[in-house]
């Protein structure tokens, strides 16, 4: 049996590490919010800009297809990213149980 030090360590280990989960899963959905509302803040002050030089010749990004279309042409990238990193998550755990298996 372990020393009451030691199984009162890992509890206190075990309820840290899921505050740190939750902590970093708000941090995560806190900056997708502000990212969100930033994009939302320039299209505004863009549309002020438009609206006062009365700038009618080009694209129009104030029309909601376009910035539709924008929009998800812009988050591309980050998609892309996203697949980059998980597959890569994915074949670094796959190495790791390939190392377990053979040790």
Same mark, same amino acid.
């Given at each position: 049996?372990?020393? =009451?030090?030691? *199984? =009162? %360590? !890992?509890? $206190?280990?075990?309820?840290?590490? %899921?505050?740190?989960?939750?902590?970093?899963?708000?941090?995560?959905?806190?900056?997708? =919010? *502000?990212?969100?509302?930033?994009?939302? $803040?320039?299209?505004?002050? /863009?549309? %002020?800009?438009?609206? !006062?030089?009365?700038?009618?010749?080009? $694209?129009?990004?104030?029309?909601?297809?376009?910035?539709? =279309?924008?929009?998800?042409? *812009?988050?591309?990238? /980050?998609?892309?990213? %996203?697949?980059?990193?998980?597959?890569?998550?994915? *074949?670094?755990?796959?190495? $790791?149980?390939?190392? !377990? /298996?053979?040790?």
């Amino acid at each position: 049996m372990l020393p =009451f030090s030691i *199984a =009162f %360590a !890992r509890q $206190v280990r075990e309820c840290t590490d %899921a505050l740190d989960a939750a902590g970093n899963t708000t941090a995560a959905i806190g900056k997708g =919010f *502000a990212i969100g509302s930033a994009a939302l $803040v320039s299209l505004a002050l /863009y549309g %002020a800009f438009v609206v !006062r030089l009365g700038i009618d010749t080009g $694209v129009n990004v104030l029309e909601p297809l376009t910035f539709s =279309f924008l929009l998800l042409g *812009a988050m591309l990238p /980050y998609w892309f990213s %996203a697949l980059t990193m998980k597959s890569v998550g994915e *074949a670094a755990g796959a190495m $790791v149980e390939e190392v !377990r /298996y053979h040790t």
